[in-house]
């Protein structure tokens, strides 16, 4: 029995914004470890990444009717959606003083769960190789800059006011080293 070809995140997202539950679920199965991993290694908390993803998914089904394909990609608005909320999380935890620290080299060694898709854990973990790879490929000012708004939740203006630097800076830098990241992993696709 030949499997149907997988329907693409576009199709999904306007399958959402017409109340389909499955094109969710399906959209679901596709992003949720992603979102979660990225949620994962800036929160350091398991409940607060399950948050993340709840909120995610919850928005995408509230707002789907506003992703343009001609703005951009879907994944690039699924992870925007996933950045922002984190950012809430970080601003959440940062106001309640309740932050917690976890060993990443602790989650890495945790066995995966007995549901999860080995070949999609491949997939997930080829892709976080390369973003890692064509983060190492940035100049040191850029990457800093990056990992500062994108892992540490900081906004462009508090960057500036950790690093000294003016916040025109701050936003050349991260502007720059974004492109290069796209040019980086669009290489990698080819």
Do not use: C
Not at 109 to 115: D, E, S
């Amino acid at each position: 029995m030949e499997t149907p070809p997988a329907v693409d995140d576009d199709a999904l997202l306007a399958r959402i914004a017409q109340r389909n539950q499955r094109a969710l679920s399906q959209l679901y199965d596709r992003y949720a470890r992603i979102v979660y991993g990225l949620a994962f290694k800036s929160l350091h908390s398991v409940e607060e990444s399950e948050e993340v993803v709840l909120d995610v998914f919850a928005q995408i089904w509230r707002i789907a009717d506003r992703f343009d394909p001609q703005k951009g990609r879907a994944d690039t608005w699924i992870f925007t959606l996933t950045r922002s909320r984190i950012l809430d999380r970080l601003r959440k935890v940062k106001r309640s003083g309740a932050a917690t620290t976890f060993s990443m080299d602790a989650t890495e060694l945790q066995p995966p769960a007995p549901n999860v898709d080995l070949l999609e854990d491949s997939i997930i973990r080829e892709r976080r190789s390369q973003v890692q790879g064509a983060l190492r490929g940035l100049p040191p000012e850029q990457r800093q800059v990056i990992e500062l708004a994108y892992f540490q939740g900081l906004s462009q203006s508090e960057i500036a006011a950790q690093t000294g630097l003016a916040l025109g800076t701050v936003k050349t830098r991260i502007r720059l080293g974004l492109r290069k990241l796209q040019f980086a992993l669009d290489d990698h696709k080819t």
